[in-house]
């Protein structure tokens, strides 16, 4: 079937208590046995995830993921539990609400599954009434949980009684759900990899957001390898595009299947990040068994990925049942994460769901305890994707859309639409292709100004502060399009003047003190009396007597002033003399190919290294180009 860009792609969970009728509902509704492993089949249980694919009604097929429901598979039932749109809640009205019916619903609610239906299997074997009371069981325990307002199937999957009302129920529920982010950068946790002969690694998952095409290039995390991808599959076709919500088979090049694990993420190059310390939200269950202390190791399931976590309670030293609190886990093998992530924690031992939560940020720093600042950041940091970045770019100054989107793992559209409305709101500004906070710009723009009137005073002399040595100022993190920008806007402003070389104060002229002007008109006389045969600057400072500690202003001034022309360090001439030489130049080159130094220099009559210096210098210009001994013209200026 094809597939139209706005079709979004649902998946569908079971959750419930082992024997509970799982499997074979999923059996009823798709025909497909999920129960694939021969232990499986043999001891009659599911002990990993099984997946089908589901025709909706309408036609669109969903991903069936079915988990275990025994508790020592857990693990596994998170593993497959993390990207489902819709789960079917299965409790055997023969048996009622038990263990693990209730730590599913405790887990679901956690990771916050969007939408729920509960299903009661087995309704053959039970009277009505008794279904009734069940029924009455139930409710009460979703009271207060994500599935208070859920539709309730009675069914038999033997029967096939209460199948089709179930299969309308699907179809009702899957209209109202909101689908995954297919514009985001693509991610895909792995919950399955295989080698297939002639034919390579195999990787499977469901697709959390993004989509992906056959020669995508993706990379492999936390083992940090690229990739290719050769095939796309889904539910057994090969497609020119999977997208989020799918479920997804990958043949992948390059890589070998021994390094990959639950837990390993094929995504997007260069978006996502591994991480071993996240800043979140927990929550603990109401009924877990005692608090949480501070620093109490967990084990900390997120995505297909399950590692120990040391929680750090920042605010308090214990977490009461029931409670919630801002907190950094440590974690003891780095996973792939991303903020707004949900995640469960179990007990270390014994291993039973105690709480869970959410990801605030995936790059935090080592946080100190029983600080207001931290917390108060942490809660800015919660509080939504705005404030979220609006403290990223504070805390680094300003940052580029792709930094934002490796920070937020947002998709690009997403932050590029909060940067919109935050600079709608005059919060931020962007400079270059840099966004940095309005205030903090407003303060560099006042720095740009101080800058140059503290310049004015200390070098009088001098007509204005080079740029580099301005942009020397501002943070090494603005690029040199951002400090342009800031400047252009000065100048257009009116509140500085741009003389390309220089940055000055509208109006600012040097003027030089009496004594100083006649130090100035002494040097240019002695250079325009030396002509040609100006010596270097330590030569004529000690004719002349100045000390050399105290010439750079007045230099500075003459060279501003277009008196003198600065060769380099050492040499200068005359402007006159200067604009002579390069007459000599012109000329020469109107009937000639070439120039030798010492051809120059006779026709200039000045010292070799005069001459030498003269000659650089045109070079940098560009007038002339050096090959071997020869200069040709190259750039010459136009006119006399
Ligand atoms: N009579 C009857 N038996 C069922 C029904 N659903 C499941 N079973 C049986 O209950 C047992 C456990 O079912 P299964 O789907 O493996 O449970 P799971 O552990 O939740 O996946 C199996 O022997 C099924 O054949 C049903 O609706 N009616
Ligand atoms: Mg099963």
Redesign the pocket.
Known sequence: MSQSPQQHFVIIGTA?H????????IRALTGVET?RLKEEKER???IDLGFAPFTLPGGEIAGVVDVP?HERFIGNMLAGIGGIDLVLL?IDVNEGVMPQTREHLQILNLLEIPRGIVVL?????AEEDWVDIVEEEVREEIAGTFLRNAPFCR????TREGIPELVETIAREVKALHGKDADGPMRLPIDRHFTVAGFGTVVTGTLLSGGVRPGDALEVLPQEIMTRVREVQVHGRKMVEARAGQRVALNLTGIERAVLHRGTVAATPGIFRQTDRVDARLTLLADAPRPLKFRDPVHFHLGTARVVGMVALLDRDELAPGESALVQIHLDRPLVAHREDRFIIRSYSPVTTIGGGKIIDVGPEKHRRFRDDIMAALRELESGEKAFLLQKISKEGCLRLRELEQASGLGRERVQDNLDALAAEERLVLLGDQWAPAELAEAWRLRLLEAVAAFHEANPLLPGIPPATLKGILPDKLAPKGFDQLVGKLVEEGKLENRGEWLQRPGFAPEPSAEQAATIERIEEAYRQDGPQAKNKREMLERLGIDPDRSDPLLAFLFARGRLVKLNEESFLHADIYHQALDLLKKHFADHETITLAEFRNQFGSSRKQVQALLEHWDRLKYTLRKGDERVAWKLPEGP
């Open positions: 419930g082992v024997d509970h009728g799982k499997t074979e509902l129960d009659g249980i599911s429901g299965v299997t087995k309704c053959d074997l069914v038999s999957s033997v």
